[in-house]
Nanobody
Framework: QVQLVESGGGLVQAGGSLRLSCAAS??????MGWFRQAPGKERAFVAA????????YYADSVKGRFTISRDNAKNTVYLQMNNLKPADTAVYYC??????????????WGQGTQVTVSS
């Protein structure tokens, strides 16, 4: 069993920054991912990182603006979000899994944290 607890969401103006954290406990899989779900839309992949290698993978929509990182000693994954846009408004979820863009490749999910970007 893996438990994931996200934090760091909030309200920010366009162009601003936020950093999300996801603390994991239990026996995790090889990778962690971040997904987001905007109102009325399907959950979508944002970024993923391998615990062992640190290799990262991003959705095109966030490349150059978001950075995923991990602290193995703290079992924590971060998502640094810069130059935020109103289109980034969503509930953000971290997930334990295989590090792909597929929701079906993730086994455990956090409760989600709201990110709201005002124009």
């Amino acid at each position: 069993q893996v438990q994931l607890v996200e934090s760091g969401g909030g309200l920010v103006q366009a162009g601003g920054s936020l950093r999300l954290s996801c603390a994991a406990s239990g026996r995790t899989s090889s990778s962690m991912g971040w997904f987001r779900q905007a109102p009325g839309k399907e959950r979508a992949f944002v970024a993923a990182i391998s615990w062992s290698t640190g290799n990262t993978y991003y959705a095109d929509s966030v490349k150059g603006r978001f950075t995923i990182s991990r602290d193995n000693a703290k079992n924590t994954v971060y998502l640094q979000m810069n130059n935020l846009k109103p289109a980034d408004t969503a509930v953000y979820y971290c997930a334990d899994g295989l590090g792909t863009a597929l929701i079906s490749d993730y086994y455990y999910w956090g409760q989600g944290t709201q990110v709201t970007v005002s124009s």
